[in-house]
């Protein structure tokens, strides 16, 4: 079952995702302060040679300056994706029709998901695939802010707290139940700088990793 209801992941603007994002953004949906912490945590959790997902990306990706072995990139606009310099390669894809990731199991290290989650109105799905993707010990990092394009995030994200989102996303990741207890990072610099939110998970030990271990 989904986390949430019917009523919970209702959208005010109605219309399919790939339509409200056909033109390219070229901006920044969070302050610079943000996007430093991001770039920071991700530092820290993050090991060259990693094989990294950024879900639900655009024009930037926010990594730090280490030479990861591929960087797939996934989001509803193209053009954006294009001009992503970090990215190896891309796919666009609308999970909110499709949740099935175009990869093999235990096929990356790490899967990113940066100011993007308010807007899946199937989290538990898109998790779970998540879940597949990710090697033993492979990290998921969810981040955000209270910025949104608010007629495309779900209700369940609109009439809920900056803390209660947190613990929002930190249901989704233990209702798919492949993860280690989740972490909350939640930080904020002054009262006029974005509040900086992540969810850091490990996945558990994959049963098919173990088996080819023990071979």
Not at 90 to 96: G, M
Request: glycine letters at 4%; one cysteine or more.
């Amino acid at each position: 079952m989904e986390p949430l209801s019917e009523s919970e992941r209702e959208q005010i603007d109605t219309r399919p995702d790939e339509q409200f994002y056909t033109a390219p953004r070229y901006v920044h949906h969070v302050d610079e302060g943000f996007r430093e912490r991001l770039t920071e945590l991700y530092a820290s959790e993050l090991s060259p040679g990693d094989r990294v997902l950024d879900l639900m990306s655009s024009w930037v990706s926010h990594l730090p300056e280490v030479e990861f072995s591929h960087v797939l990139g996934h989001g509803l606009n193209g053009e954006e994706l294009a001009a992503n310099a970090r990215l190896d390669d891309y796919f666009v894809q609308d999970l909110n029709e499709d949740a099935t990731l175009p990869l093999g199991n235990a096929s990356v290290d790490a899967v990113l998901v940066a100011v993007s989650i308010q807007y899946l109105q199937y989290p538990g799905a898109v998790l779970a695939e998540v879940c597949r993707v990710l090697r033993s010990g492979g990290v998921c990092i969810v981040s955000f802010s209270d910025r949104m394009f608010w007629e495309k995030a779900v209700r369940a994200w609109r009439e809920r707290s900056m803390d209660e989102r947190a613990s929002l996303v930190a249901s989704y990741l233990e209702h798919v139940g492949c993860f280690d207890p989740p972490r909350v990072v939640r930080e904020r610099r002054d009262i006029e700088s974005d509040p900086f939110y992540a969810v850091v998970a490990r996945r558990t030990e994959r049963p098919d990793e173990r088996v080819s271990r023990r071979e």
